[in-house]
């Protein structure tokens, strides 16, 4: 009997032991480089779990703007050129993440360039966050874009002091979507540049990281595409 009373003496006084460790795994929501809303792989997030992951939905390699496969005067990989009425170039002086940047000179009106989401409809009704690094001398120049076929989402324009800035914008995909694009749009007479993109599902942007291997980046990688 007297064993007994001794386990139940112990179990309580390592059950808040494990409680508190528990506890401590799961670290609050914090912010990256004191970006708000900004997370790193691996911080807890209430409802989702402290192993949750979160994946870039861009085709792998377009995101970080650092493979050129057209050229050094076209798109990079992954995207595609909007009305055409701007120069595109790869950038290697300005640039926030990697080697290279993306950098447009808008000429004779306003322009974008777009990424498609794999799509499935599987995203109907749910909600997708796409964010990435803005570079602009003027304000209301250049910004994020969603498109889903149904409705166009636009983030704030970059405000102009010249410098990098963390843009993001959010949209709760439409239930009858038929796509998901995303894109970066920018005015008229205006130099601008952008770099470290991606897109999420939930309603928090995330430390950049390029999506998963796809065969079209293996094919271009080994240099058979």
């Not at 003496?9 to 990256?32: C, H, M, R, Y």
């Not at 050094?72 to 050129?81: I, L, M």
């Amino acid at each position: 009997m007297k064993r007994k009373y001794w386990v139940i003496l112990i179990l309580l006084l390592v059950f808040p032991f494990l409680i508190a460790v528990e506890a401590a795994d799961k670290k609050p929501l914090v912010l990256n480089s004191g970006i708000p809303g900004q997370v790193r792989s691996g911080d807890y997030i209430e409802g989702l779990g402290p192993n949750a992951s979160v994946t870039n939905l861009l085709p792998s390699g377009g995101g970080g703007m650092e493979l050129w496969p057209d050229g050094v005067s076209a798109v990079p990989f992954g995207w595609v050129s909007g009305a055409g009425l701007s120069t595109v170039s790869r950038e290697a002086t300005i640039v926030k993440i990697g080697t290279y940047s993306f950098k447009e000179t808008a000429a004779s009106g306003a322009d974008a360039i777009t990424t498609t989401i794999p799509w499935s409809t599987y995203y109907q009704g749910r909600q997708i966050t796409c964010y990435g690094w803005l570079y602009a001398s003027n304000a209301s120049q250049i910004r994020l874009r969603i498109q889903d076929g149904v409705t166009d989402t636009h983030s704030s324009y970059h405000t102009g002091a010249a410098g990098w800035e963390f843009i993001s914008v959010s949209a709760t995909v439409n239930a009858a979507a038929t796509q998901l694009v995303f894109g970066i749009v920018w005015a008229v007479t205006n130099t601008a540049y952008a770099d470290g993109c991606g897109c999420v599902e939930g309603p928090l942007p995330v430390a950049f990281a390029e999506g998963p291997m796809t065969i079209d980046l293996i094919r271009y990688s080994v240099g058979t595409g």
